[in-house]
Every structure is written in C-alpha cells, then in structure tokens.
T-cell receptor, first 114, second 117 residues
Framework: AQSVAQPEDQVNVAEGNPLTVKCTYS??????LFWYVQYPNRGLQFLLK??????LVKGSYGFEAEFNKSQTSFHLKKPSALVSDSALYFC????????????FGSGTKLNVKP | DAGVTQSPTHLIKTRGQHVTLRCSPI?????VSWYQQVLGQGPQFIFQ???????GRGNFPDRFSARQFPNYSSELNVNALLLGDSALYLC????????????????FGSGTQLSVL
C-alpha cells in the first residue's frame, strides 16, 4: 500500500534561513512523489514531483526536494525562506494503478518569521 | 485559461440534509477527481471520473455519489449528512485517465467548505 508520513505538524524558520519540510514514504513499486502547497482558503498548488531521474528535483518558487531511496524520504527544501512561503505543505504519493488517486500526508504548517 | 472552478465556495447544512457540489475542470481535461479534506488532515480520495464513468472510488460510504457530464464537469452528492461530513471538498482535474505523461499533474480547485450543523 502507498502512504506518506510528515512527522512535523509545524516548522518555524526565520526569513532568509534555509528550510526543510520532512516526508517519508512507503510504497509498492516505484515511488511517484509530489509536494503541494495550500494557502488559506485555497486549493492545493503543485510545487514539484519525482518520477524518475535525478534525486534532486527543482520546482516552483525556488523549492527543491531530495529523493533518498535508502532512507525512503522526500524532503522539501529551500535555501532561503521568505515570509510569503508561510503555508501548509503536503507530501503525496500516487497510487500504482490510478494516476488520479493520491495519498496525502497530514500536512506541515510552515511559519516563516521576519 | 480558467483553472478548476468549484461552486459554491461555502455551504451550511443541517444533519440529514442532502448537498450537491459542482466542479468544472480545466478546458481540455477529461478526468475529474474529488477529495475530502477534514480540518487538520490531508485530502482523502473520494472518486475519480473519466469520460462519464467512475474509474476509482475511495473508502467512503454509499451516501457519497458523483457523476460526470458530457462537458466533463462533475457533481458530488452527499445524502443524509452527518456532522463528520464537515470538510473542505476539493475537485481536481487532469487531462488523461491514466496516461503517464511526465508533464501531467493534478490541478486543484479552491474547494467548497461544507459545514454540517
């Protein structure tokens, strides 16, 4: 069965500092991993995905994620956080046989303070 | 191009009532999926429709049903509402059903916030 876990409910970081939002996965077969961001009263916006290839994936708004097969992790990172990055971040894994069915983590609230 | 649009944005119902939520996918997208997001949790898959047929169903009771129309828009219906149905209901669209094109991803609407009193 496919699942992801986000061990941190909340991450606090100062503006300008690097940020990491953690995600671990459990899958049958090859992992198809995604990060989405949700701003208040909004739907989910796609940030980036890992399907195959380089372990470091670059996405929108300066975010990147590192796929680590041995640690079954897919952590989201950004070298320098902005206050406007404050939002709810979801890690997700796609179902094996239905490409429209995603399993989402519980979400991590990122707070970036000036 | 317009994104995924959902209506209404907010809805208040009482227990036992029925509700219908609507979704219009991005132009050219034939696949629509519905997700339920309870406060403090990640979205959970409810249904997927493609070419007016149900192609996937999550672990939700039969009170939940959906359909897709010839123009690819979709409705989610929930009967006999319970307090626990209070959630943000998200619609997502995708161009194809299962084709694994590397540039394809789910596009989400802003959701319908349903409150059951």
């Amino acid at each position: 069965a496919q699942s992801v876990a986000q061990p941190e409910d909340q991450v606090n970081v100062a503006e300008g500092n690097p940020l990491t939002v953690k995600c671990t996965y459990s899958v049958s077969g090859n992992p198809y991993l995604f990060w989405y961001v949700q701003y208040p009263n909004r739907g989910l916006q796609f940030l980036l995905k890992y399907i195959t290839g380089d372990n470091l994936v670059k996405g929108s708004y300066g975010f990147e994620a590192e796929f680590n097969k041995s640690q079954t992790s897919f952590h989201l990172k950004k070298p320098s956080a902005l206050v406007s990055d404050s939002a709810l971040y979801f890690c997700a894994v796609r179902a094996l046989y239905n490409f429209n069915k995603f399993y989402f983590g519980s979400g991590t609230k990122l707070n970036v303070k000036p | 191009d317009a994104g995924v649009t959902q209506s209404p944005t907010h809805l208040i119902k009482t227990r036992g009532q029925h509700v219908t939520l609507r979704c219009s996918p991005i132009s050219g997208h034939k696949s629509v999926s519905w997700y339920q997001q309870v406060l403090g949790q990640g979205p959970q898959f409810i249904f997927q429709y493609y070419e007016k047929e149900e192609r996937g169903r999550g672990n939700f009771p039969d009170r939940f049903s959906a359909r897709q129309f010839p123009n690819y828009s979709s409705e989610l219906n929930v009967n006999a509402l319970l307090l626990g149905d209070s959630a943000l209901y998200l619609c997502a669209s995708r161009r194809n059903r299962d084709r694994d094109a590397t540039n394809e991803k789910l596009f989400f609407g802003s959701g319908t916030q349903l409150s059951v009193l």
